[in-house]
Structures are given as C-alpha cells and as structure tokens.
C-alpha cells in the first residue's frame, strides 16, 4: 500500500465526512447538554442501539477484524462470536442492573458497590490502562489510513494522526460539538457496506448480500490460485479459538466504556432492546468484515501478487487494498478511509476524554491532591488528556500486533478485572472490597504474566495475553469468592440496596 | 415484615422472591443456548475437520459459504440476536404480569378501603 503521493480526492472525502459529523454535531449540541461527547441524544430504542453500534465500531472492527481474516483465515472467527457473544452476557448478567445502580463511571460503580475509595481509585487506574492500550489500536488504524492518504511512513503518521486527533479533539470541545451517534453509525455502515457490494457485483457474485457472496470468492481461490484457506484448526487449537472467543466476550461485558453505555438510557425496558438493536447493528459489520479479507486475497491473486505475505502492516490495511486492487472509482476507497478515520477518530477521542476524566475525578483528589479545587480538577483532565495522547502516540510506534490484536489484550484485562467485580457485584451480596481489591490485582497480573514468558520459559505453555481471561475471569471470580468468604462480609446498607433497589426480592 | 423480606442475601445461585427465581431461571436458560451453540458449533466444526479433507471441507457450502464459515460467522451472531429477543419478551411479558398484578392488589386494597 505504499503510495508518495498525497490522495486528494480520498482525502477530501474524509474532510467531508467529519464536516458533516462537526455541522450534525453543532445541531445536535444545540438542542441538549452534552458531556464529554459521550451523552447524545437518544430517539428511541433503535437510537440507542445505533449508539451503541457507533460508541463500539471503532478501527479494530472496521480495519483490524478483516485484516485478521486476510493473515489468519478461520482464526479470526473467534473475534466475530466473541465481539458479538458478549452482548449476550452484558445484556443477561448486567444491562438492567447497572441501570439501576445509577452510577456513571465503571470506578463508581466498584467505589460505590464496594463502599472503598482503593477498590475505586484500582478500577480508575485499571480503566485508564484499558484506554491507552485500547488507543493504541485506534491510533495504529489512524497512522495507516494517514500514511496512505499524505504518502508518508508509518512513524511521522503516527505522529501527524496525533495531533489531529488532539486538534479535532480541542476544536470540538471549544466549539460544544456533541456526536450524533445515529447518524454517524449509518453513515460509517454505509461507508463499510456499500463498496462491498460494488466489488461483490464487479466480480459477477451475489453481491446484494455480499455477506453470502463471497463464498464464491473462498471457492475461486481455491480452484484458480490453489489457495485454501488453512482448515479450520490446523494452525491454532480448538482450546486457543474458544480461549480468545471467551476472552473477548468477557472483555465485551467488561469494557468500562461499553458499560456506561447503560447508565445513560432512559428506562430499564429501553435499555434492554436498546442492547439487541446494538447487536444487530454490529452484527451487520462483522458479518461483512471476512468478505473484505477474502475478497483482498483474490484481488492480490489475479494482479499477480505473492499470495503469502504476513506483514501484519499490510493485512491491517486489507479493506483499504482490496478495494483499491478491485478497480473501483476512487471515491469507494475514499468512504471506506473516511469511515475507518472516523470511527477511530470517535473512538479513541471518547477514550481520551473518558480516561482524563477519571483522572481528574477519581484518581487526582484522591491520591495526589486531596483538597483540589474544581479549576484544578479541569487542569488535571487537560494535562491528562496531553499525557494519555502522548503516551498513546509513543506506543503506538513500536506496536505489540495487529490492531485486533491489541484491542483484544484491552478486551483480556477488562475481562479479567472489571468484568468479574461487576459480575459479583450485581449477583453476591457477599461479595466485599478485599475481595474485588484481591481479585482485580489478580486479574492485573494474570493478564500480563504471558509477556514474562521470555524470562520464565514455563509460562509459555499458558494461552497469550491475549486470550487470558479464558481462565483468568473464573479464577479471579474464585480469588474474590474466597477473600470475600475470609473477611467481613458489606455493609447492611449495600446488601440491602441490593435486594431492594437492584433485584426484585418480594415474593408474589 | 418488609425488613426481613429484603434483608436476604443476593446470590444467583440461591435467588430470593418469584421475580428474581424467574429471571435467574430465564438466564440460565439463555446462557446454556448461549455456551452450547458456541462450543456445540466449534466441535461440530472439528469434528467435520478431523474426518474430511480440507477440499471437502470448502466444497460443503450453505448459502455460497463453506459451512464452517457459515456456521460461526453468520448463523452464531444471529443466534445470539435470537436469544437476546426472547430473553427480552419473556422479561416484558414478566414486567407486564408484575404489573398487572400489582394493579389488582391495589384495586382489591382500595375497594376494601370503600
């Protein structure tokens, strides 16, 4: 994908596309608060399921899911029913109860629930551990796409896509722009479907649903370029598929900013259909994102180019290529640009926001400066949201993987960290501060231990950071039940509340 | 009376009042759709791998799809709405006969009052 030129009409398509998101913006904004950009308005259930679909697309699932279909083939399932699986989870174990709750933030929730500012400052510097390495997926997807549209490398992309995302950022806030979820999640589908289908059609398959369609691409393949795609298990177990399957869904009902997604919605009923309308929007994604993987293979393959490359950089950038070796106007490769920046661009603008925030809130008048003013709060979250940037911008240099790859290690600590003290928090009263304090520390170590396999051989034998909450969540979830068993059981106010405010308890 | 009704323990395994049975119940249910269609899929995938040869394999189509391509990345999402849906009617129908009981109580009790 290495181009010098800049892409000019590409790239004026994705300055138009986040001016109509700016200009929705400024409407919507003016006729409600927003904060932090998170709020936005809510027109229904299916409104809140396109929140929900827009708040979730980001750069891993409309660049990174189809770039792993290109390198891994089947493997890459795992991320499909993971990303989608995990709704149900949240949906059954958690949506309406965290609505009751009424807490707004993933730390307030543990601080609340678990009545101990150390169990909420550990899940504020959890979260913010989530945010960066979450951000650096995002800003790996937004370095590619601005390598490709300015024709620089990698390094000074990431840096240039830093300070856009900083700029876009400042100029938002300073001019009150709130998203407009709903529409930017059918602008970014839209973007993502319809180039699928044009290629689906150029090819002469049934493209009107191009997610059928490009089994046909699977079969020629086969029988014109004698590729096969590897057998379902033959280059990664079973075990390691449903690892990471489970990791991502624990991770999905773990992900503090997935989670305040249901503190916002109007009612418990709202909440609930507002989950599977979410789903189903996502579904649309990941039932598309293989066919972009296949399809980058095929074109490859009939333009005569090597059909065993495993540079991670180029598979990252597969929806990107198989549009542009399909012979497509350029205006289809400037929609999906447009759509892969945006989605990043929100995302990890929201990341940011959120993770300065709870700084500011949780963690600076907590442990740093206990009588901070409010100016000095603010002063705290914009220096922080420097920081985070910067931080993000420097990992993002050398990154660990392919952008799904790094989102799913955020997916893996939240799955072994936040996800467990919200799952004991909503269904065991028992369940205390020593417990989630013990069991998130767990959880901490039990994700990062696989990164020490170079220094104790030993360790290699466990699955990857990657996919450790397979394990790792039940163990937490007995490490919590235990400490929690051996000390002093909540207050009779927070069991109570439990019984009253979150669950129905009477008898009919 | 009512302190001793709602001053119980939460746990899901051992749930309190007819509400909270019957949801726990319901997701139970959900869950065990929910495990055994993702590990039921998988094994039933392995299993097709371990006895056919990979060409076998991608000539069983469904839909233009080989099958296991078919199975885990288009009917186990939609699997998933599927049981999101029920679990959502059969906690709006339990919501509504809560409801509707209650509005009973309430009536009964004021024409008592009469």
């Not at chain 1, 090597?306 to 990107?320: F, G, Y």
């Not at chain 1, 002063?379 to 940037?389: D, P, S, T, V």
């Amino acid at each position: 994908m290495a181009e010098s030129a800049v892409q000019l009409v590409p790239l004026a398509i994705v300055v138009g596309m986040f001016a109509l998101f700016i200009a929705s913006g400024l409407r919507t904004s003016s006729r409600q608060a927003s904060e932090y950009g998170v709020a936005g308005g809510y027109t229904g259930r299916i409104g809140i399921g396109a929140a929900i679909a827009s708040n979730w697309m980001s750069a891993a699932s409309f660049l990174g899911l189809a770039g792993m279909f290109y390198l891994k083939g089947y493997y890459a399932m795992a991320f499909v029913v993971g990303w989608t699986g995990g709704y149900v989870l949240l949906l059954v174990l958690m949506a309406t109860q965290i609505r009751r709750f009424g807490k707004y933030t993933a730390p307030d929730f543990v601080g609340f629930r678990y009545e101990s500012e150390a169990a909420r400052t550990l899940a504020a510097i959890i979260a913010i551990v989530i945010t960066i390495i979450y951000g650096v997926a995002q800003f790996r997807g937004i370095a590619l796409i601005v390598s490709w549209l300015f024709g620089i490398a990698y390094t000074p992309a990431v840096i240039v896509g830093a300070a856009l995302v900083v700029g876009f950022v400042v100029v938002s806030g300073a001019l009150g722009v709130a998203r407009n979820q709903k529409l930017q999640y059918f602008v970014l589908i839209t973007a993502f479907i319809l180039p699928l289908m044009l290629m689906a059609r150029k090819l002469g398959y049934f493209w009107i649903l191009p997610q059928f369609g490009y089994g046909a691409a699977i079969r020629d393949l086969q029988q014109q370029f004698g590729f096969a795609w590897s057998e379902p298990f033959a280059t990664v177990s079973s075990f390691h598929w449903l690892a990471l399957c489970f990791t991502l869904m624990f991770g999905t009902a773990g992900l503090p900013h997935v989670l305040s997604r249901f503190y916002m919605v109007p009612g418990i009923r709202d909440a609930r259909w507002g989950v599977v309308w979410g789903l189903f929007f996502i579904a649309l994604i990941y039932w598309s994102a293989p066919a972009y993987g296949v399809l980058a293979r095929l074109f490859e393959a009939r333009g005569g180019i090597v059909l065993n490359s495993t540079d991670p950089m180029v598979a990252d950038m597969a929806v990107l290529s198989a549009v542009r070796y399909s012979g497509l106007p350029l205006w289809c490769i400037g929609l999906l640009a447009a759509g892969g920046m945006s989605a990043a661009f929100s995302t990890v603008a929201g990341l940011l926001l959120t993770g300065s925030a709870s700084f500011s809130y949780d963690i600076y008048p907590r442990l740093i400066r206990p009588n901070a003013s409010e100016v000095d709060k603010v002063y705290a979250a914009k220096g922080f949201f420097l920081a985070l940037a910067v931080i993000v911008m420097a990992l993002s240099l050398r990154p660990w993987g392919m952008i799904a790859e790094i989102a799913a290690l955020a997916f893996a600590l939240a799955g072994n960290t936040i996800f467990p003290a919200f799952l004991l928090g909503i269904w065991w009263g028992r369940a205390n501060a020593a417990g989630v304090i013990s069991g998130m520390l767990a959880g901490v170590v039990i994700t990062f231990v696989p990164f020490m396999a170079g220094a104790l051989p030993f360790l290699s034998a466990l699955p990857p950071a990657t996919s450790s909450a397979f394990i790792g969540a039940p163990l937490v979830i007995l490490v919590m039940v235990a400490v929690s068993l051996l000390t002093s059981p909540p207050s009779e106010e927070i069991r109570r509340f439990l019984a009253r405010n979150v669950h129905d308890t009477t008898e009919e | 009376m009512e302190e001793s009704r709602t001053d119980k323990e939460i746990s899901f395994f051992r749930p309190r009042g007819t509400a909270m049975r019957g949801e726990v119940r319901v997701i139970w249910l959900v869950l065990a759709g929910w495990f055994v269609a993702i590990v039921g899929t998988q094994a039933f995938v392995y299993l097709l791998e371990v006895n056919y040869s990979e060409l076998l394999l991608n000539e069983m189509t469904f839909f233009n799809l080989p099958i296991h391509f078919w199975l885990t990345g288009q009917l186990l999402p939609l699997w998933f709405i599927i049981l999101c849906v029920l679990f959502n009617i059969w906690m709006d129908r339990h919501a509504a006969r809560r409801l509707d009981g209650a509005l009973r109580f309430r009536i009964r009790s004021g024409r008592e009052e009469d």
